[in-house]
């Protein structure tokens, strides 16, 4: 009997043997079929990525982004669709001595510029991208902020200017050098501290050889700048790349690059035009018409001060095709203490542009915002301010802000009535 129990045990403890044997097997098995099926997902989503990036010239699904990382956002789909943004720009951003004196605040020995837009800043910060024209720079403190003729202001402007959602500045002005070409390459470090993209000036020739592209919404915009001149301020010795003067062959040839780099849009900001006339010259007509030839779409123009008009083309290119011009000849001041006859009052420019399915560019439509560059006599310190015009005359006529007084009442009136009279109907 003893024997026969030791038997049963030992073949009990086989079959147990047997069974966990077959155990580990089936439990190895499983595990090297989820490593299996992980490694697969792992690949699929690797070369799904590869996919898009490769594919990009088709689908546009992604692209590098301005801190040169690649961005993926709608992935491919069988249906290509319009894309539609909106593009804000602005005029000259000049700082007299008046309004750094304004900004000023005694208690921390800093400035703030932020309360002059606080009228108008909702145009600017719900735009897709906002573009600016910088006539002053920023040499430091040390060398003593300053006035016209040479414009050296606070930095803290150009942070302001960041906050109020200004994307792109061009800095090709006739005050460019107004400090020197220290002056010149100090104002890019800090434009470049402030997060705010900029074109037009340079330190070194491989920068000017470097096109400025933005994307939005998966729309590659580059950006262009030229100006007339430096106020008869020598270009430095050796460093003709300091700033993009106009000269039609460096234009061409940016714009080829442009245009070999896949640019869906391209966009002038021209310094031109003659100062203080509200109608432009026939140099300007002469580059736009070039310009627009050799595939720009969008001309913003500034310098003269005072605004200028705005029109759409329908441009009639060499192989008879046809494509959409947007061209304003001046937008005027932005932020100013002039006091010569419309250089107070300006725009905030709004346009609508879209990219179709078939590549093709149209500009949808023009509208703008009146503003006036006010200084409110009766206050002591912050009186510089702008104001949307519209919505401070509907205040007053509603007796909900009394506060301009019935002289300003009629004077900005009569600003509205010029302002439209020099740009134009919007489109």
Same mark, same amino acid.
Request: charged share 25%; proline share 2%.
């Given at each position: 009997?003893?024997?026969?129990?030791?038997?049963?045990?030992?073949?009990?403890?086989?079959?147990?043997?047997?069974?966990?044997?077959?155990?580990?097997?089936t439990i190895a098995g499983l595990l090297i079929s989820i490593s299996v099926l992980a490694?697969?997902?792992?690949?699929?989503?690797?070369?799904?990525?590869?996919?898009?990036? $490769?594919?990009?010239?088709?689908?546009?699904?992604?692209?590098? +982004?301005?801190?040169?990382?690649?961005?993926?956002?709608?992935?491919?789909?069988?249906?290509?669709?319009?894309?539609?943004?909106?593009?804000?720009?602005?005029?000259? /951003?000049?700082?007299?001595?008046?309004?750094? $004196?304004?900004?000023?605040?005694? #208690?921390?020995?800093?400035?703030?510029?932020?309360?002059?837009?606080?009228?108008?800043?909702?145009?600017?910060?719900?735009?897709?991208?906002?573009?600016?024209?910088?006539?002053?720079?920023?040499?430091?403190?040390?060398?003593?902020?300053? +006035?016209?003729?040479?414009?050296?202001?606070?930095?803290?402007?150009?942070?302001?200017?960041?906050?109020?959602? /200004? !994307?792109?500045?061009?800095?090709?002005?006739?005050?460019?050098?107004?400090?020197?070409?220290?002056?010149?390459?100090?104002?890019?470090?800090?434009?470049?501290?402030?997060?705010?993209?900029?074109?037009?000036?340079?330190?070194?020739?491989? #920068?000017?050889?470097?096109?400025?592209?933005?994307?939005?919404?998966?729309?590659?915009?580059?950006?262009?700048?030229?100006?007339?001149?430096?106020?008869?301020?020598?270009?430095? #010795?050796?460093?003709?790349?300091?700033?993009?003067?106009?000269?039609?062959?460096?234009?061409?040839?940016?714009?080829?690059?442009?245009?070999?780099?896949?640019?869906?849009?391209?966009?002038?900001?021209?310094?031109?035009?003659?100062?203080?006339?509200?109608?432009?010259?026939?140099?300007?007509?002469?580059?736009? !018409?070039?310009?627009?030839?050799?595939?720009?779409?969008?001309?913003?123009? +500034?310098?003269?001060?005072?605004?200028?008009?705005?029109?759409?083309?329908?441009?009639?290119?060499?192989?008879?095709?046809?494509?959409?011009?947007?061209?304003?000849?001046?937008?005027?001041?932005?932020?100013?203490?002039?006091?010569?006859?419309?250089?107070?009052?300006?725009?905030?420019? !709004?346009?609508?542009?879209?990219?179709?399915?078939?590549?093709?560019?149209?500009?949808?439509?023009?509208?703008?915002?009146?503003?006036?560059?006010?200084?409110?006599?009766?206050?002591?310190?912050?009186?510089?301010?702008?104001?949307? /015009?519209?919505?401070? /005359?509907?205040?007053?006529?509603?007796?909900?802000?009394?506060?301009?007084?019935e002289t300003n009442y009629n004077f900005l009136k009569t600003q509205l009535e010029k302002?439209?009279?020099?740009?134009g109907p919007e489109f």
């Amino acid at each position: 009997m003893m024997q026969r129990n030791s038997r049963k045990k030992r073949i009990d403890k086989k079959r147990i043997d047997k069974q966990r044997r077959i155990d580990k097997k089936t439990i190895a098995g499983l595990l090297i079929s989820i490593s299996v099926l992980a490694l697969i997902f792992i690949a699929v989503v690797i070369y799904t990525k590869i996919s898009i990036f $490769f594919n990009n010239s088709s689908d546009e699904s992604a692209y590098y +982004n301005d801190n040169n990382e690649i961005e993926v956002t709608n992935v491919a789909s069988p249906e290509q669709t319009d894309t539609t943004f909106s593009l804000c720009a602005i005029g000259d /951003i000049l700082c007299h001595n008046t309004q750094y $004196f304004d900004a000023y605040q005694k #208690e921390s020995d800093t400035y703030d510029f932020s309360y002059v837009y606080d009228n108008i800043s909702n145009y600017i910060k719900t735009a897709d991208i906002a573009v600016g024209s910088l006539e002053t720079s920023f040499a430091g403190k040390e060398r003593g902020y300053s +006035n016209y003729p040479t414009f050296n202001s606070p930095d803290e402007l150009a942070y302001s200017l960041k906050k109020l959602g /200004i !994307d792109v500045l061009s800095t090709a002005g006739n005050h460019c050098l107004d400090m020197g070409f220290s002056g010149l390459s100090r104002t890019i470090d800090v434009l470049n501290d402030a997060d705010i993209s900029h074109l037009g000036t340079y330190k070194t020739q491989e #920068e000017q050889d470097t096109i400025l592209f933005k994307y939005v919404k998966g729309i590659k915009l580059a950006f262009i700048n030229y100006t007339y001149g430096t106020n008869g301020i020598p270009i430095p #010795e050796g460093k003709d790349f300091c700033v993009n003067l106009i000269d039609k062959d460096l234009i061409k040839k940016h714009i080829d690059t442009a245009k070999s780099q896949n640019a869906d849009i391209i966009i002038a900001c021209m310094h031109w035009g003659t100062e203080y006339k509200t109608t432009a010259n026939a140099e300007q007509q002469e580059l736009a !018409d070039f310009l627009f030839q050799n595939g720009v779409n969008i001309i913003l123009g +500034n310098h003269p001060h005072v605004l200028e008009p705005m029109e759409k083309r329908t441009v009639v290119l060499e192989d008879g095709s046809t494509k959409d011009g947007f061209v304003i000849y001046a937008l005027g001041n932005f932020i100013c203490d002039q006091r010569a006859e419309n250089t107070r009052n300006s725009i905030i420019l !709004d346009l609508s542009v879209t990219k179709h399915s078939d590549g093709t560019i149209t500009i949808d439509h023009a509208k703008y915002t009146p503003i006036y560059m006010y200084n409110n006599t009766n206050l002591s310190i912050r009186k510089m301010k702008l104001l949307d /015009i519209n919505k401070t /005359i509907i205040a007053y006529e509603n007796g909900a802000d009394m506060s301009i007084g019935e002289t300003n009442y009629n004077f900005l009136k009569t600003q509205l009535e010029k302002i439209t009279q020099i740009v134009g109907p919007e489109f």
